[in-house]
């Protein structure tokens, strides 16, 4: 498996979780997308290999944080003071190609996609 997300389960509105995406590849970035059902999918969170330049959706900017290992194999999505808007399926995605831009946060500045984990946030 190249990319694989853990951690989603079922939390009170307020709680906390963390996410975690473990991946065997060489990557530029890795990024955190979600969809939840009947809505498109959508960016949450990214970050450059270096653990430099994170960009954050406006709606979980200041409550999600996106951080990785030193081997840079393990990302990981915290996400605090969740709210029952967050319910989604939680998909990691990493970026293969070297890119002058700095920042990624569309879908289609991944090549790669994880399977998904599922975060349910109960009001």
């Known amino acids: 498996v190249q990319l694989q997300a853990s951690g989603g389960g079922l939390v009170q509105a307020g709680g906390s979780l963390r996410l975690s995406c473990t991946t065997s590849?060489?990557?530029?970035?890795l990024g955190w997308f979600r969809q939840a059902p009947g809505k498109e999918r959508e960016f949450v969170a990214s970050?450059?290999?270096?653990?430099?330049?994170?960009a954050y959706a406006d709606s979980v900017k200041g409550r999600f944080a996106i951080s990785r290992d030193s081997a840079k194999t393990t990302y990981f999505l915290q996400m605090n003071r969740l709210i029952h808007e967050d319910t989604a399926k939680y998909f990691c995605?990493?970026?293969?190609?070297?890119?002058?831009?700095?920042?990624?946060?569309?879908?289609?500045?991944?090549?790669?996609w994880g399977q998904g984990t599922q975060v349910t946030v109960s009001s």
């Open positions: 995605a990493a970026r293969t190609t070297w890119s002058r831009e700095s920042y990624f946060t569309v879908a289609g500045d991944f090549d790669h």
């Open positions: 970050m450059r290999w270096r653990g430099d330049l994170r």
């Open positions: 590849l060489d990557h530029y970035a």
